[in-house]
C-alpha cells in the first residue's frame, strides 16, 4: 500500500522560511518522479515544482522559481520542499504526488498525500 505523507506547514510571516517533507512508503516496484502541489481556497490545484527519480531533473512553476527549492533522499524516502521569501499568496494547502513520468498535469500522478497547511501572514 502506497502512502504519502506531509508534515512541516504552519504559520509564517512574509518573507519566512518554512520546509515541507514528504515521506514515502510502498513505492517499491517503480521509480517515480515526485511533485509538490499546492490548493489556495476556491483555486484549482496547481503545480509548484518537480523532481525526477533521480533528482537529476528539477522543474518549477514560474510564481516559485528562485524562491523553492525540492530535493529528494532516496535512501529515506523522502522529498521535500525548502520555501524561502514566503508570500501571503503562497497560502494554500501544500500536496505531495507521485508519478511514473516526470511532468506538470497533476492528471498524470498516480499517488496523493493528504496536505499539509501553508499559512503566510502580511
Known amino acids: 500500500q502506497v502512502q504519502l505523507v506531509e508534515s512541516g506547514g504552519g504559520l509564517v510571516q512574509a518573507g519566512g522560511s518554512l520546509r515541507l517533507s514528504c515521506a514515502a512508503s510502498?513505492?517499491?516496484?517503480?521509480?517515480?518522479?515526485m511533485g509538490w502541489f499546492r490548493q489556495a481556497p476556491g483555486k484549482e490545484r496547481e503545480f509548484v515544482a518537480g523532481i525526477t527519480w533521480s533528482g537529476g531533473g528539477t522543474y518549477y512553476a514560474d510564481s516559485v522559481k528562485g524562491r523553492f527549492t525540492i530535493s529528494r533522499d532516496n535512501a529515506k524516502n523522502t522529498v521535500s520542499l525548502q520555501m524561502n521569501s514566503l508570500k501571503p499568496e503562497d497560502t494554500a494547502v501544500y500536496y505531495c504526488?507521485?508519478?511514473?513520468?516526470?511532468?506538470?498535469?497533476?492528471?498524470?500522478?498516480?499517488?496523493w498525500g493528504q496536505g499539509t497547511q501553508v499559512t503566510v501572514s502580511s
Open positions: 510502498g513505492l517499491t516496484s517503480s521509480r517515480y518522479a
Open positions: 504526488a507521485a508519478s511514473k513520468s516526470f511532468g506538470v498535469p497533476l492528471q498524470q500522478y498516480d499517488y
